[in-house]
């Protein structure tokens, strides 16, 4: 479905709109955010509402439109929202975390305004304060295709959202306290489709209704904590078409394997006996699985779906041959009219190699994980803003992280992890998993190249191993146990931009950094300037803003 729109529209001007091209169309919201009590797992809790709803609404736009969000925070606590995959060009400023942003204090609000420039996709937006995400505040967010711009498949007949996450029946303040005294979570206690867990045999009521023969586009994305999740549907195969934001080799699959932070984008067709269907998402990896249905019915029937459910694959060798398995579609358009295999990346000369291997170890008694032997802290002050007021001495130091991690990491370093990376350079990071756990990492402001994930330890032999032809661009790549993931990219958006684990639990307690990327021009040409509504707090606050860049 191409030409999306926004649903509702309200007229809410802010400072930032002068920044960004005026050709473009503006789409304008109001989103309040709220606590309420919902049982998805049967249990009332205290969940995160935007606008009353759970899970928060879908964000539908088209690729260069204005979304302009006035976010109302009624909590109790500071509160941000991050736009997972959104590249966010030369505007870190909107990209909603914690390094690049004061939080939006209680009882108060702020307008986001960003443009989802030169891309396309499947993508999600949740709070990246504390553990809010624990809670909810999370929902779809689809960039469709301009008209001008083909699609290498038919419109389908409609367009869904399907946001799958594992879930705990306790409050992110109860999670957090947890965490804070050393305590780890442990499995989680369920897991949901959009917001809701269901049971075999239950009276589920159907989250979709097909019209037989047609076929329908299916946006999957994992929005959770720690666990990665298969994805099937009885009787039916999924041809993937899209993966965060770039458009892929239409292959069929049984089932996918959708890893923490991740979106899959799907085509299924009602071609099977008019009845209805279970949606099935099931942790792996776990020592012991925890899944849950959803229905998916025919128009018109009441036949109520098989008991028998299609089996998970069993074991990460299944999944790291599904991930061998995609390719970038070198012929097709994403964004822009040129094909997506116009860029050769793997023809570009590296420039630097840095190997990030995650970490953990005790502090003061307490559990902490780190990237080469850092572990993150944030400040009172963003670090994007004190570098901006050219204040960095006073909040961070830069570099305290190395290209390469040590032979043996004993100790970790808690203070904020700031890496320089010279603009315009084309670089290899390596992700290292020496842990029986599975990792998954992802990187604000770009998307790379994600071109090879193999068992042992990376050597620079193993280049010989990179698919430099068809490797998919994406912003969140899988490390498996006990192995090795390697991307490379250009880094050519300038600004202060988050690597982090998509390990929710792992982030909070340190398994994260920041990359700043400063162009030595100090020009409108590659990054904007601060906006004039943007929160000052910590050393900053009160401040005049310093001299804006021009062309």
């Given at each position: 479905?191409q ?8 007229v809410c ?7 960004v091209?005026a050709?473009?169309?503006?789409f304008?919201?109001t ?5 309420g009590?919902?049982?998805p797992l049967?249990i009332?809790q ?5 606008n009353?709803?759970?899970?928060g609404?879908?964000?539908n ?5 204005n979304v ?11 509160f ?11 505007n ?9 942003s004061?939080?939006i ?6 307008t986001?305004?960003f443009?989802?420039k ?7 937006y949740?709070?990246?304060t504390?553990l809010?995400?624990?809670?909810g505040?999370?929902g779809g967010?689809?960039?469709?295709s301009r008209?001008?711009?083909?699609v290498?498949?038919a ?6 959202t399907?946001?799958?996450n ?5 409050s992110?303040?109860a999670l ?7 305590r ?5 206690d369920?897991?949901?489709i959009n917001g809701?867990s ?9 989250l979709f209704?097909m ?8 946006r999957?994305c994992?929005?959770?904590f720690?666990?990665?999740?298969n994805?099937r ?9 899209e ?8 292959n ?13 984008a799907v085509?299924?067709?009602a071609d099977q ?17 925890v899944s849950?249905v959803g229905?998916m019915?025919?128009?018109g029937?009441?036949?109520?779906p098989?008991?028998v459910l299609p089996?998970?694959p069993?074991?990460w060798a299944?999944?790291?041959?599904q ?5 970038w579609?070198l012929?097709?358009s ?6 997506q295999g116009?860029y050769?990346y793997g023809?570009i ?6 190997k990030?291997?995650?970490t953990?170890?005790?502090v003061?008694?307490?559990?902490r994980f780190g990237l080469n032997g ?5 400040t ?5 803003l004190a570098?901006?007021?050219e204040?960095?001495e006073?909040?961070f130091?830069?570099?305290?992280i190395?290209d390469?991690?040590?032979?043996k990491?004993t ?5 904020p992890n700031?890496?320089n ?8 990071i390596?992700?290292?998993n ?9 990187l604000?402001?770009y998307?790379?190249?994600?071109v090879?994930?193999e068992?042992?330890?990376?050597t ?5 191993n990179?698919?430099?032809l068809?490797?998919?661009s ?9 192995s090795?993931s390697?991307?490379l ?5 300038a600004g202060?931009?988050n690597i ?7 982030r909070y307690?340190?398994?994260q950094?920041y990359?700043?990327v400063l162009?030595?021009e100090?020009?409108l ?5 601060i906006?004039l ?6 050393i900053?606050?009160?401040?005049p803003l310093p001299?804006?860049y021009?062309i």
């Amino acid at each position: 479905m191409q030409g999306g729109r926004l649903l509702t529209v309200f007229v809410c001007l802010v400072s930032t709109v002068a920044l960004v091209n005026a050709g473009d169309p503006y789409f304008y919201y109001t989103w309040n955010v709220t606590y309420g009590t919902v049982a998805p797992l049967g249990i009332p809790q205290q969940v995160i509402l935007i606008n009353g709803q759970f899970p928060g609404p879908n964000l539908n736009s088209t690729s260069n439109n204005n979304v302009v969000i006035n976010v109302f925070n009624n909590l109790d606590e500071p509160f941000l929202l991050t736009w997972s995959g959104l590249q966010h060009r030369k505007n870190s400023w909107q990209d909603g975390v914690t390094g690049t942003s004061c939080p939006i204090p209680a009882g108060t609000n702020y307008t986001y305004h960003f443009q989802p420039k030169d891309q396309i996709g499947s993508y999600f937006y949740y709070p990246s304060t504390a553990l809010h995400r624990f809670s909810g505040g999370f929902g779809g967010l689809r960039v469709n295709s301009r008209l001008l711009i083909p699609v290498p498949y038919a419109d389908p007949e409609d367009d869904h959202t399907i946001l799958i996450n594992d879930w705990y029946t306790k409050s992110h303040t109860a999670l957090k306290t947890f965490l804070d005294s050393g305590r780890t979570l442990g499995s989680p206690d369920g897991v949901l489709i959009n917001g809701k867990s269901g049971k075999v045999g239950g009276q589920n009521k159907p989250l979709f209704t097909m019209k037989p023969g047609k076929t329908y586009k299916y946006r999957i994305c994992n929005v959770g904590f720690k666990s990665t999740l298969n994805f099937r549907i009885q009787g039916h195969k999924m041809k993937l078409v899209e993966m965060e934001g770039s458009h892929v080799l239409q292959n069929d699959y049984d089932s996918l394997d959708v890893h923490v932070g991740q979106c899959f984008a799907v085509l299924v067709t009602a071609d099977q006996e008019a009845k209805s269907y279970y949606m099935v998402a099931s942790t792996r990896f776990l020592k012991k699985e925890v899944s849950t249905v959803g229905v998916m019915s025919y128009e018109g029937s009441n036949v109520q779906p098989s008991n028998v459910l299609p089996k998970a694959p069993v074991g990460w060798a299944w999944s790291l041959n599904q991930f061998r398995s995609f390719r970038w579609n070198l012929t097709a358009s994403a964004a822009r009219p040129n094909p997506q295999g116009s860029y050769h990346y793997g023809k570009i000369n590296i420039t630097r190699t840095i190997k990030l291997a995650n970490t953990k170890n005790l502090v003061d008694g307490k559990v902490r994980f780190g990237l080469n032997g850092v572990s993150h802290v944030d400040t009172e002050t963003p670090l994007k803003l004190a570098e901006y007021f050219e204040m960095s001495e006073k909040v961070f130091k830069y570099n305290v992280i190395k290209d390469e991690p040590a032979a043996k990491i004993t100790t970790l370093t808690v203070e904020p992890n700031v890496l320089n990376i010279t603009f315009r350079t084309f670089v290899e990071i390596v992700f290292e998993n020496h842990e029986k756990s599975m990792q998954s990492f992802h990187l604000d402001g770009y998307s790379f190249f994600s071109v090879a994930s193999e068992p042992g330890t990376w050597t620079p032999e193993k280049r010989n191993n990179y698919n430099l032809l068809d490797a998919v661009s994406r912003h969140t790549v899988q490390v498996f146990p006990k192995s090795w993931s390697a991307i490379l990219l250009t880094f050519d958006n300038a600004g202060m931009w988050n690597i982090r684990s998509e390990n929710w639990e792992r982030r909070y307690l340190g398994q994260q950094m920041y990359v700043s990327v400063l162009s030595p021009e100090k020009s409108l040409r590659d990054e904007y300037n601060i906006p004039l509504n943007t929160n000052l707090c910590g050393i900053v606050k009160g401040l005049p803003l310093p001299t804006p860049y021009t062309i």
